[in-house]
Protein backbone atom coordinates (compact mmCIF):
# COMPACT_ATOMS: atom_id res chain seq x y z
CA UNK A 1 0.00 0.00 0.00
CA UNK A 2 1.56 3.70 -0.85
CA UNK A 3 1.34 5.82 1.68
CA UNK A 4 -0.24 9.45 1.74
CA UNK A 5 2.96 11.08 1.34
CA UNK A 6 3.86 8.35 -1.30
CA UNK A 7 0.64 9.34 -3.48
CA UNK A 8 1.21 12.67 -3.72
CA UNK A 9 4.64 12.40 -4.42
CA UNK A 10 3.44 10.26 -7.15
CA UNK A 11 1.05 12.94 -8.75
CA UNK A 12 3.63 15.73 -8.35
CA UNK A 13 5.64 13.87 -10.40
CA UNK A 14 2.96 12.96 -13.07
CA UNK A 15 1.90 16.66 -13.05
CA UNK A 16 5.97 17.53 -13.94
CA UNK A 17 6.05 15.31 -16.19
CA UNK A 18 2.71 16.26 -18.11
CA UNK A 19 4.03 19.97 -17.79
CA UNK A 20 7.42 19.19 -19.80
CA UNK A 21 5.14 16.92 -22.24
CA UNK A 22 3.05 20.14 -23.12
CA UNK A 23 6.02 22.61 -22.85
CA UNK A 24 8.86 21.28 -24.33
CA UNK A 25 7.92 21.39 -28.10
CA UNK A 26 6.81 25.51 -26.66
CA UNK A 27 10.38 25.77 -25.64
CA UNK A 28 12.44 23.97 -28.75
CA UNK A 29 9.96 25.84 -31.10
CA UNK A 30 11.39 29.56 -29.18
CA UNK A 31 13.03 31.97 -31.88
CA UNK A 32 16.55 33.04 -30.56
CA UNK A 33 18.04 36.48 -31.31
CA UNK A 34 20.32 37.02 -33.93
CA UNK A 35 24.13 37.05 -32.84
CA UNK A 36 26.91 39.15 -33.88
CA UNK A 37 27.46 39.80 -37.58
CA UNK A 38 30.50 38.59 -38.94
CA UNK A 39 32.42 40.51 -42.06
CA UNK A 40 32.05 43.56 -41.77
CA UNK A 41 32.88 45.68 -44.42
CA UNK A 42 33.62 49.57 -45.41
CA UNK A 43 33.54 51.14 -48.48
CA UNK A 44 33.54 54.59 -50.00
CA UNK A 45 31.33 53.47 -52.58
CA UNK A 46 30.57 49.75 -51.96
CA UNK A 47 30.61 47.80 -49.17
CA UNK A 48 29.73 44.31 -50.65
CA UNK A 49 32.78 43.86 -51.95
CA UNK A 50 34.71 46.41 -49.06
CA UNK A 51 37.32 46.95 -46.75
CA UNK A 52 37.52 44.44 -43.47
CA UNK A 53 38.92 46.14 -40.71
CA UNK A 54 41.26 47.93 -40.41
CA UNK A 55 40.49 49.81 -43.69
CA UNK A 56 42.37 53.01 -44.79
CA UNK A 57 41.61 55.33 -47.40
CA UNK A 58 37.85 55.93 -47.34
CA UNK A 59 35.71 58.84 -47.74
CA UNK A 60 34.34 61.29 -45.38
CA UNK A 61 30.61 59.59 -46.67
CA UNK A 62 31.16 55.84 -46.35
CA UNK A 63 28.88 53.02 -46.36
CA UNK A 64 28.89 49.81 -44.50
CA UNK A 65 27.70 45.97 -44.51
CA UNK A 66 27.94 42.57 -42.77
CA UNK A 67 26.75 39.62 -42.55
CA UNK A 68 23.37 38.95 -40.65
CA UNK A 69 23.41 35.51 -38.57
CA UNK A 70 21.27 33.88 -36.45
CA UNK A 71 21.02 30.38 -34.74
CA UNK A 72 17.60 29.81 -36.48
CA UNK A 73 18.57 28.68 -39.67
CA UNK A 74 15.50 30.40 -41.30
CA UNK A 75 15.69 33.48 -39.76
CA UNK A 76 15.83 36.89 -41.64
CA UNK A 77 17.20 39.93 -40.87
CA UNK A 78 15.28 42.86 -40.93
CA UNK A 79 16.63 45.96 -39.55
CA UNK A 80 20.09 47.21 -38.42
CA UNK A 81 22.13 49.61 -35.90
CA UNK A 82 25.17 51.10 -36.78
CA UNK A 83 27.64 53.33 -34.22
CA UNK A 84 30.39 55.29 -35.66
CA UNK A 85 32.58 56.66 -32.69
CA UNK A 86 36.41 57.95 -32.13
CA UNK A 87 35.63 56.33 -28.74
CA UNK A 88 36.41 53.01 -28.98
CA UNK A 89 34.81 51.68 -26.41
CA UNK A 90 31.31 53.37 -27.38
CA UNK A 91 30.66 54.84 -23.78
CA UNK A 92 29.99 57.68 -26.07
CA UNK A 93 29.12 57.35 -29.49
CA UNK A 94 30.87 61.06 -31.03
CA UNK A 95 29.44 60.50 -34.42
CA UNK A 96 26.62 58.38 -35.59
CA UNK A 97 24.44 55.96 -33.50
CA UNK A 98 21.42 55.20 -36.58
CA UNK A 99 18.79 54.20 -34.28
CA UNK A 100 17.08 50.90 -36.09
CA UNK A 101 17.00 51.21 -39.69
CA UNK A 102 14.77 48.75 -41.81
CA UNK A 103 16.70 47.09 -44.59
CA UNK A 104 16.00 45.08 -47.18
CA UNK A 105 15.48 41.13 -46.18
CA UNK A 106 18.57 39.31 -45.75
CA UNK A 107 18.85 35.77 -45.15
CA UNK A 108 20.79 34.04 -42.32
CA UNK A 109 24.86 34.14 -43.36
CA UNK A 110 23.91 36.61 -46.17
CA UNK A 111 25.60 40.43 -45.84
CA UNK A 112 23.17 42.95 -45.83
CA UNK A 113 22.35 45.55 -48.51
CA UNK A 114 24.85 48.90 -48.10
CA UNK A 115 23.79 51.27 -45.73
CA UNK A 116 24.68 54.96 -46.17
CA UNK A 117 26.62 56.67 -43.28
CA UNK A 118 24.05 59.43 -41.93
CA UNK A 119 25.69 60.87 -39.01
CA UNK A 120 27.92 63.76 -38.05
CA UNK A 121 30.80 65.18 -40.71
CA UNK A 122 33.33 62.74 -40.36
CA UNK A 123 37.35 64.22 -40.78
CA UNK A 124 39.85 63.72 -43.28
CA UNK A 125 42.82 61.13 -42.04
CA UNK A 126 40.92 60.45 -39.21
CA UNK A 127 40.32 56.93 -37.20
CA UNK A 128 36.61 55.81 -36.46
CA UNK A 129 35.38 52.71 -34.87
CA UNK A 130 32.55 50.90 -35.64
CA UNK A 131 29.82 48.29 -34.81
CA UNK A 132 26.72 47.04 -35.90
CA UNK A 133 23.74 44.86 -34.80
CA UNK A 134 20.54 43.19 -36.23
CA UNK A 135 16.98 42.26 -35.81
CA UNK A 136 15.21 39.59 -37.04
CA UNK A 137 11.84 38.74 -38.14
CA UNK A 138 10.50 38.13 -34.53
CA UNK A 139 11.66 42.21 -33.86
CA UNK A 140 14.67 39.90 -31.70
CA UNK A 141 17.53 42.37 -31.23
CA UNK A 142 21.01 40.62 -31.27
CA UNK A 143 24.40 41.04 -29.94
CA UNK A 144 26.28 43.77 -31.28
CA UNK A 145 29.52 42.93 -33.76
CA UNK A 146 33.41 43.47 -32.66
CA UNK A 147 34.59 46.60 -33.31
CA UNK A 148 36.01 47.54 -36.64
CA UNK A 149 38.01 50.95 -37.79
CA UNK A 150 38.48 52.46 -40.70
CA UNK A 151 40.63 55.53 -41.23
CA UNK A 152 39.19 58.30 -43.65
CA UNK A 153 41.33 59.46 -46.68
CA UNK A 154 42.15 63.04 -47.07
CA UNK A 155 38.94 65.91 -46.88
CA UNK A 156 37.82 66.55 -50.65
CA UNK A 157 39.58 70.14 -51.52
CA UNK A 158 37.59 72.83 -52.18
CA UNK A 159 36.92 73.97 -55.95
CA UNK A 160 38.72 76.72 -57.19
CA UNK A 161 38.83 78.90 -60.04
CA UNK A 162 35.21 78.94 -60.72
CA UNK A 163 33.28 80.38 -63.76
CA UNK A 164 30.53 81.40 -64.67
CA UNK A 165 29.21 81.09 -68.28
CA UNK A 166 27.02 84.30 -69.55
CA UNK A 167 25.74 82.18 -72.07
Known amino acids: LMTWKGRARAAGVLVAVL ?7 LL ?18 NAQTGNASPATGID ?3 V ?3 VFVD ?6 GK ?18 NSGQISIADVNNGVRCQNV ?3 GQALSGLTTYFWRCRFWDEEDLQGAWSSIATFTTGPAPL ?9 L
Do not use: E
Not at 71 to 76: K, T, Y
Open 19 to 25: LAMLLLP
Open 64 to 66: FSA
Open 71 to 76: PDAGAI
Open 60 to 62: ISP
Open 158 to 166: APTGLFVDS
Open 116 to 118: AYN
Open 28 to 45: LQAQLAPISPTLLFVDST
Open 79 to 96: KVRIQVSQDQTFGIVTHW
